[in-house]
């Protein structure tokens, strides 16, 4: 049966392009669809009456603190009663429950509106944060005033909340407030705008989409996917629920009578052949006499070295993707392709929805980690400790890309792992490190991170409510070694064992390439290939580190970093893929190994089960403690150069003269540093994506 054209079809044009198809579903789609949102429900992504009531309740409890909150500062300032009976403040939400796509369990993002005398500085976060922290109901709560945007979080009556706040410039705040008057920007600070700003863009979402209920479907499906691959988490550099949103809105547009299975299959069709870094918008950049920054890569450098920018809708226009890097974006485009290749097998009935959720297998993806070890006096200490800590990963990400020129990729997995059996408040971050792919490497070439990483800690440390408890350590882990408690159940799955034989089947061989990339060991024969040997220092596995050797707070926690490469003519060790039977397994968690000792000298480290997915195994090199206890920091052939210049954004020269046209194929790759203008220097936005919509448009008719 065709396509039904045009059935249900919205004649209005919903985004800066034309759609790329105003097909509607076919009866397999229409019956995709029921399977996926069976799926959906059967996995628990839907809140149920209950919950949703609570919430509901929880919202109106906090409306009254704050109100009361503001009665009783307007009573202490001196206002006249009249004024304090009519004091008042607003809770407003954003975010995935503005949106209508929270689940179970989700945080409820929340925004205090107050009046013009109730400061964030003094008020909000002493005040307030006095009065929650004196109520039963409230647990762990932790200010953050020093955020992007400033927020409190916090437990209430076991619902996590995240409240942020903005004083506008109004003595009193009408109850109907419409949020989506930009007038309500006028007189505030930049951190109020961005606060405010959350509510606003979910608003314009909602407004932009053509079909609400199927976008919410969407969304609800692809943030399910995005934290089963490991790819949700805006702090450490891959999508947040915003970015989703907004690529999921972008999708609707360009599919308006699409059904939700064929928009989840058509994001990873339109993501995978995206040009990056033009950029993903829903509506043209609006510029306003107010006076803030938008996103505007020709006025504003700082835009231009953004690599996957997703700007949101409501004034002013920012990217919400800035903190994506070279590493992820690869991680990203990979699980993209992951999922479009899936999404085809169910079109072609050779797959289920099951598969597209399939969690990523971070520990055999990689042969060589970095592991963070977080340690703190208390519970509440390490909240607080591995928060900051966490949200300085991506901070790492960037400085090895810096100081290897882009040769060494990190994945920074967003996860956090608690080692029960120590004593005292302790979690641990990873982080996967491999080589560039198809990076041609000289035979014996290192690249040393030692002084990376200690730049990482220094910046790490400067905390401003460190505590002396509060310490960090950073070592090198092989796969191997991978601590036990960070598996489900408490141990290793045994690696495949070496074949005595090659497979002799094209069948062996088809099983092979489908298996799971941690797991996928085929021989190459290409230049990724690396050769690395183990060193007999690091044969003892290591865990974490022992107690009593934790890195000091000025000291550096690993005693440095070594990443080295060998001849790409060397080729990775084949190993036979085969699924490791249940019996093969291991029956219960095994002892933790002893740690290897900060002093070990690492020269090079290899794997003879290495992933063919790393693209090439990394060693990595640590440094020797001297007599004095101190670390080593000999250079050993570490790039001293302190800047790093992304090779790979140009910008792109138009003509910008009066009356003069810029034709669209001068846009190309990098068309959002270009930035069509106009004599008037307005942004024609529509020109920014027309020609990846155009290529989008060819490809989606073959």
């Known amino acids: 049966m065709g396509s039904s054209e045009g059935v249900g079809a919205s004649s209005k044009q919903c985004g800066i392009t034309k759609p790329i198809s105003m097909a509607g579903p076919t009866v397999n789609d229409l019956q995709r669809t029921l399977e996926l949102e069976k799926f959906l429900a059967v996995s628990g992504l839907y809140e149920n009456k209950e919950e949703a009531a609570k919430r509901e309740e929880v919202l109106h409890r906090l409306e009254q603190i704050v109100k009361n909150w503001v009665k009783q500062l307007t009573r202490l300032r001196g206002y006249t009663d009249q004024m304090v009976e009519d004091a008042n403040a607003i809770i407003l939400t954003f975010g995935s429950f503005r949106l209508g796509v929270h689940g179970p369990g ?198 231009r070295s953004h690599l996957m920018p997703i700007i949101t809708p409501a004034y002013p226009c920012m990217n919400s993707s800035y903190n994506v890097s070279t590493s992820t974006l690869r991680v990203m485009m990979e699980q993209f392709q992951f999922g479009n290749k899936i999404c085809g097998d169910v079109e072609l009935n050779k797959g289920c929805w099951k598969d597209l959720f399939e969690p990523y297998v971070f520990f055999e993806s990689y042969t060589n980690y970095l592991q963070v070890d977080v340690v703190a006096a208390d519970v509440d200490d390490l909240r607080n400790w591995k928060g900051w800590v966490g949200s300085r990963l991506r901070q790492l990400t960037l400085m090895i890309e810096r100081d290897t020129f882009g ?61 002396p408890e509060m310490e960090i350590y950073v070592s090198h882990v092989r796969r191997k070694q991978i601590p036990c408690y960070v598996f489900p159940d408490g141990y290793k799955r045994l690696r495949p064992s070496r074949p005595t034989s090659k497979p002799t089947s094209k069948e062996n061989h088809k099983s092979c390439k489908n298996e799971v990339s941690g797991t996928e060991m085929r021989k190459r024969k290409n230049n990724d290939g690396l050769d690395v040997r183990e060193d007999a220092t690091l044969k003892k596995q290591c865990t974490s580190p022992p107690e009593g050797r934790w890195a000091s707070r000025s000291g550096l926690g690993t005693g440095g970093l070594c990443v080295g490469a060998v001849s790409d003519s060397q080729q990775l060790r084949n190993v036979e893929c085969n699924h490791l039977s249940n019996s093969g397994q291991e029956s219960g968690r095994t002892e933790s190994p002893e740690p290897a000792s900060n002093s070990s000298g690492i020269a090079s480290v290899t794997s003879d089960s290495g992933s063919s997915e790393d693209t090439g195994a990394v060693s990595v090199a640590g440094c020797v403690e001297d007599s004095t206890g101190g670390v080593d920091m000999n250079n050993n052939g570490r790039f001293e150069s302190s800047t790093y210049v992304n090779a790979s954004v140009q910008l792109v020269k138009n003509r910008v003269t009066s009356g003069e046209e810029v034709f669209q194929h001068e846009l190309k790759q990098n068309a959002m540093l270009g930035m069509v203008l106009d004599s008037t220097v307005k942004v024609h936005s529509e020109a920014v994506q027309e020609a990846v919509i155009r290529r989008l448009r060819v490809a989606s008719a073959v």
């Open 106 to 303: 989700a945080d409820l993002d929340t925004i205090c509106i107050g009046p013009s005398y109730v400061n964030r500085e003094e008020d909000f976060f002493y005040t307030l944060h006095d009065i929650l922290a004196n109520m039963e109901e409230v647990s762990e709560l932790q200010p953050i005033p020093d955020a992007h945007v400033p927020v409190m979080k916090f437990k209430f009556d076991g619902i996590s909340i995240d409240l942020l706040y903005a004083s506008i410039s109004c003595l009193i705040v009408p109850e109907d407030l419409v949020i989506s008057d930009v007038s309500l920007l006028h007189n505030v600070d930049e951190p109020t705008v961005r606060s405010l700003n959350g509510c606003r863009v979910a608003d314009q979402i909602l407004k932009l989409v053509p079909n609400v209920e199927h976008f919410r479907t969407t969304l609800r499906c692809l943030k399910f996917w995005a934290k089963r691959r490991g790819i949700y988490s805006n702090v450490t550099g891959f999508l947040g629920g915003v970015n989703l949103a907004l690529l999921v809105a972008r999708v609707c547009q360009l599919y308006p009578n699409a059904v939700p299975s064929m928009l989840v299959s058509r994001f990873f069709r339109v993501y995978t052949q995206w040009r990056w870094p033009t950029p993903v918008m829903l509506c043209p950049i609006e510029e306003n006499e107010l006076g803030f920054s938008v996103w505007h890569p020709r006025k504003n450098p700082r835009d």
């Open 407 to 467: 040769k060494l990729q990190c994945h920074p997995y967003h996860h956090e792992y608690m080692d029960t059996s120590r004593q005292g408040a302790h979690c641990a971050f990873f982080v996967g490190l491999q080589r560039k792919k198809g990076e041609v490497v000289q035979e014996g070439q290192q690249f040393d991170i030692r002084g990376t990483i200690e730049e990482f800690l220094h910046a790490v440390n400067m905390y401003m409510f460190w505590k």
